[in-house]
């Protein structure tokens, strides 16, 4: 895929994606906006971000890998559920928060120290401006 933009899902619509790749798309992956979103079992790779939840919308995102993008994810919604997935090798930030509640415990972070935040001694950088938890992560990928 060679698009701006790979993905739309948006309002008031309920979407449940299992089993898609989304690679190569110039500026979102997965764009979700004011909708409830669950993708699983994915691959969401080489885009400038990965992907973007905004205004007013829920995701869960489970067993899935978001790498090689810019930035992995740029969170702005008031819930994100984010369990087993492989967050590693995003240029930028894993996942990029701001005036959210994001659950992302149980994720391999490209490294088993976890996350980092201010450089990458570790695995993939998390920016916070919110309440993220990301404590226990797992040490090893995820399946």
């Not at 810019?70 to 090798?89: A, Q």
């Not at 415990?105 to 993220?132: A, E, Q």
Request: charged share 15%; proline share 2%; net charge neutral.
């Amino acid at each position: 895929m060679n698009a701006t933009i790979g993905m739309v899902i948006a309002f008031d619509s309920y979407l449940y994606m299992n089993d898609i790749q989304v690679r190569n798309a110039a500026e979102m992956g997965v764009m979700i906006t004011n909708c409830t979103a669950k993708i699983s079992n994915s691959t969401i790779e080489k885009n400038n971000w990965g992907i973007s939840a905004t205004r007013g919308s829920s995701l869960e995102i489970q067993n899935s890998t978001i790498t090689g993008n810019n930035i992995g994810m740029v969170i702005t919604i008031s819930e994100c559920i984010i369990r087993y997935c492989n967050i590693l090798g995003n240029k930028d930030f894993g996942i990029l928060t701001v005036n959210s509640t994001v659950d992302a415990r149980y994720n391999y972070w490209g490294s088993m120290f976890g996350p980092s935040y201010l450089f990458k001694f570790r695995g993939d950088l998390i920016w916070v401006f919110c309440d993220i938890k990301h404590f226990p992560w797992l040490l090893f990928p995820a399946n």
